[in-house]
């Protein structure tokens, strides 16, 4: 009932930057928590972002605070994600998520989001 689509993945440079969007379709996007993962290789499942349904909560994982910025358009049905003085252990596939659920707080479990998009490669040379 969710459709996601990320674009904006490629190779960068380190210190280099990126912005990755994720159109959604398919039902109400400000209904909807978001969430941007990551998946390194050989690595499981990392939570880089959260935004909460009316963009005033936001969650960073640590590795990425100060660099990276989530954001969302309700009206384009977007949520972006900047990503800034990348590194090369920021190399992985990003997923766009969403969480239908009327959560209070946003989450950063990758299973209590419902839906995902395909994915995005970034990946980030020395």
């Known amino acids: 009932q969710v459709q996601l689509a990320e674009s904006g993945g490629g190779l960068v440079q380190a210190g280099g930057s990126l912005r990755l969007s994720c159109a959604a379709s398919g039902r109400l996007f400000s209904s909807n928590n978001m969430g941007w993962f990551r998946q390194a290789p050989g690595k499981g499942q990392e939570c880089v972002g959260a935004?909460?349904?009316?963009?005033?909560?936001?969650y960073y994982a640590d590795s990425v605070k100060g660099r990276f910025s989530i954001s969302r358009d309700n009206a384009k049905t977007t949520v972006y994600l900047q990503m800034n003085s990348l590194k090369p252990e920021d190399t992985a596939v990003y997923y766009c998520?969403?969480?239908?659920?009327?959560?209070?707080?946003?989450?950063?479990?990758?299973?209590?989001?419902?839906?995902w998009g395909q994915g995005t490669q970034v990946t980030v040379s020395s």
């Open positions: 998520a969403a969480d239908v659920n009327a959560r209070v707080l946003v989450t950063i479990t990758p299973s209590e989001y419902q839906y």
């Open positions: 935004i909460s349904r009316d963009g005033s909560t936001t």
